[in-house]
């Protein structure tokens, strides 16, 4: 009988179109592994609900892997230091003759990769990496001067015009290689994480496995996908396809997202309504992973740009404090942080407009925003959420100009022009009508219970484009 063949999960807890899985079950029998990595996930800010997501879907992927006859193992290493020998003693065990895994591009994590390659080399296994997470693998987009891209725009083009349709089309599930294997109370326990019982958001509103993320696609596409350029800004609406916490821990590929998005809009590559500008947000996400592919120095905290490297912010805990309490009297970020503590996400534009309160309004360091968010997400991917703070703070690539600043209350009325985001997330302004509710301190009758803002707007942008300038002028 073959030597066994190692898969070696991790963002990416599916069956169906898993590189890794696929090449290893054509070569031989497949066993499985899962690391868990506590200690360094608490290191890197991972939430409870991320880590509650996390542990559906590791019981989900279980129950599929076992329904394919593939044995699972979870093993504890709990930084990524401990995974070379974790894995090397397991897999020698197993009597193995290959491990096979998907790349990750985060520095921790490609350094981590190297060294269990490394180590597997060294003791005579075969090693064998995928390109899973990305549909253009990073490196493969060069500039006309032979460098990797930092602004999307041309990255888009590029990807778009590079995009091979048959490399990229989704692989099938392995077919089953012996009778269905039951999890067992070992493994049961095994997949338990510690820190997962602490998370507050129900479990109802993001239900793990792949069934639950196809379904949400074929919705999706089915219902909102047409409509998405004119309705993916308006929160109150259900306008977008709430599929990035899936995406993020590989539940769902973008090969697979892809296929579904053109077999239903086959001019989405062309066109410029609503499919095609929800394909630009998954070209975003691999644009993202890309820059942290490419560039070190954002794994490791910095700023992208060195001009704004030692831009000095604002020390204002108190602030920062109403700022995640959403009692900053601001009714469109107080209703997107309240959200983001019910359920572990929330809507992107949204996202944009709390997060250029907390750096330009506030000029509070948009690391704090950054790691505040990777502890409340469901869906906190590093790539995209530094992307996405960067961009606001105008720290980034491709990012907003520091002169640019989101006005909540304009962006309230022009999004939620009703009111009803805000009066579901801020219930203190459900009484007020569709005009003052954006403003409440400007009308009489405003609720005694809700705080004042805490910054003037108009006084507190002048403030940001100043300290920006002056510092961007040396």
Known sequence: MPAPQLVWFRNDLRVADHRALAAAAAAGPVHAVFLKAEAQWAAHGVGANRLAFLERNLRALAAALGALGIPFTVLEAPRFRDAPGTLLSWAQAQGASALHFNDEYPLNERRRDDAVARAFGEAGFAVHRYTDSVIAAPGTLKTGQGGPYTVFTPFKRRWLATLDLSSAAPLAPPEPQGPVRPLGPALEEAMTLAGAAASAVPAKLWPGGEGE????????????????????????????????????LGVLSPRQV???????????????????????????????????AAFDHVSKGEAFRPAFADLPWRQDPEGLAAWKAGRTGLPLVDAGMRELAATGWMHNRVRMAVAMFLTKNLLIDWHLGEAHFMDQLVDGDF?????????????????????????????????????????????????LDARSIHEPWRYAGGPKAYPKPLVDLKASRERAIAHFKAHAAG
């Open 383 to 431: 790539a995209a959420n530094n992307g996405g703070w960067q961009w606001s703070a105008a720290t980034g690539t491709d990012a907003a100009p520091y002169f640019r600043v989101f006005n909540p209350v304009t962006q309230s009325q022009r999004f939620d022009p009703e009111g009803h985001y805000l009066r579901r997330w801020v219930p203190e302004l459900a009484g």
């Open 213 to 248: 993320a196809h379904r949400r696609l074929t919705e999706f596409l089915a219902e909102a996908a047409l409509r998405y350029d004119s309705q993916r800004d308006f929160p109150a609406v259900t306008g977008t396809s709430t599929l990035s916490p899936y995406l993020s």
């Open 258 to 292: 892809l296929s579904a998005l053109l077999a239903a809009f086959p001019d989405a590559l062309e066109g410029s309504g609503g499919p095609s500008i929800w394909l630009s947000e998954l070209i975003w996400r691999e644009f993202y992973r890309h820059v942290v």
